[in-house]
Structure formats: C-alpha cells, structure tokens
C-alpha cells in the first residue's frame, strides 16, 4: 500500500516548520527538506535494486515448475470450455477509456469522493489555521506567542502520522478499507468538538486533544488519497 506518501509529506512539513518561525530563517523551511530529498535521491541510486534479478530473484513473467504443472491440471479440468473461444487474445491497449462521467458512476467513486472532501477540508483548516488559532485563545490562562504556538500545532501532524500508519495497516489486515474510514471519521467528529471546548483547559489537554483529534482525521485522508484510490482503479479496470 501506498498510504506512506502522506506520512512523508506531513513530516517534511514538521521539519520546515521548525525554521518558518522567524523571519530571518524562514528560507530555512525550503533548505532543510531540500537536503534531505538530495540525500534521499543518493541512497535511492547507489541502492534500489532495478531488476529483480538484481536480489536473486525470478523475474516476474515468470513462472516455477509447480505452477506450470498446476495450470496444466486446471486447463486439463476445464475441458472443452475452452473449445468456444476464438483463440484471439484482446490487447488491453484497444480497450477504450472511459470518460469522466462514467468514472463518477464506478461503485464508491463519489462516496469516497465526498468523504475526502471533507477529511481534507478538516486537515488543511487545521494545516493553516491552527498556529493562528492557538495564538489567539489563552490556554491555561496564558497567552502564547506565534513561535511557541507553531511549535505547538505540530503535535497535531504527529498524531496524523501515527494515525494514518494504523489506519492502513488497519484496512490492509481486514480488506475493509470502506469501515475503517467511517470509523475513524466518525470518531473525529466528536474529538472537534471537546477541542473546541477543552483545548484551552491547558497546555496538556491541548497538546492530548490536538494529538487524538490528528490521529483520527489523517488516517482517512491518507487511505483514500492512495490505497483506496488504487482499489477503485484496478477493481474495475
């Protein structure tokens, strides 16, 4: 599954937001992440095997004695129904796309569609809203500056990253990638609120809340933006 790529966005944006604070750093918040990609890019290309082969593997085309004398059994048990067939093989290339209308109609297309709408809208308000909305509101009594509270709503994305990784393995275990996205979206809908009313409560309840509240809405977000995605392609392909 894919449901990694989200995770790596999210913690390239806790680095960068770690030098965005001040405004003599600020270019800080693109140098970081940039490193870290080209370091990234060296380990990839001295070390990511091309070919299969490469790790003594077979090559994916093909395939061992065992299963070719299974497919024999199958093709000898299948009989004469393969008699009415013409023998022609259909290239996947002839096949013509479908267009954008018929693709809204596939099953679950527009139910996933308005579901990650909305988990995204919940993640970018929080994404751009957050560290403003912390240093607006006194927590505990105390008022915190721009600095501490963008230090602050990074907690956030960390129980997005923790939430995500177990909201795909959760989907990958049980197949029932449909489920857990109610589940973990149901489940955010009351975190917003006691956020909303306990978040200022202090700094622990705060930085608690803001954690449960990420690990639940990313997870979502996450799965459908690839796993899910992947699923509806290749299920009606």
């Not at 080209?38 to 994916?60: E, I």
């Not at 393969?82 to 096949?95: C, F, L």
Request: aromatic letters at 12%; charged letters at 15%.
């Amino acid at each position: 599954k894919q449901w990694y790529q989200r995770r790596v966005a999210i913690t390239a944006g806790i680095i960068a937001g770690t030098e965005s604070n001040s405004v003599d750093t600020w270019g800080l918040s693109f140098v970081y992440p940039a490193i870290i990609m080209a370091l990234l890019a060296v380990v990839v290309f001295f070390f990511l095997p091309t070919t299969p082969q490469s790790v003594n593997l077979p090559p994916p085309n093909q395939t061992s004695k065992d299963e070719d004398e299974e497919r024999l059994i199958r093709s000898i048990q299948v009989g004469n129904e393969s008699d009415d067939d013409d023998g022609e093989d259909v290239d996947p290339n002839s096949i013509p796309a479908i267009g954008f209308g018929k693709a809204l109609m596939l099953p679950g297309v527009l139910e996933f569609s308005f579901s990650l709408f909305f988990a995204k809208l919940v993640c970018y308000t929080f994404l751009f809203c957050l560290p403003q909305y912390i240093a607006a509101i006194e927590i505990g009594g105390k008022q915190y500056k721009s600095d501490k509270a963008s230090d602050v709503s990074s907690f956030y994305d960390i129980g997005g990253i923790i939430g995500s990784i177990v909201c795909g393995i959760l989907a990958d275990k049980t197949g029932c990638n449909a489920i857990v996205c109610i589940i973990f979206q149901i489940a955010s809908v009351p975190l917003l609120l006691l956020y909303y009313m306990y978040g200022g409560t202090s700094m622990a309840a705060q930085i608690g809340v803001m954690c449960v509240l990420g690990f639940f809405s990313n997870g979502p977000y996450a799965l459908i933006t690839t796993a899910v995605s992947a699923d509806l392609v290749s299920s009606h392909a």
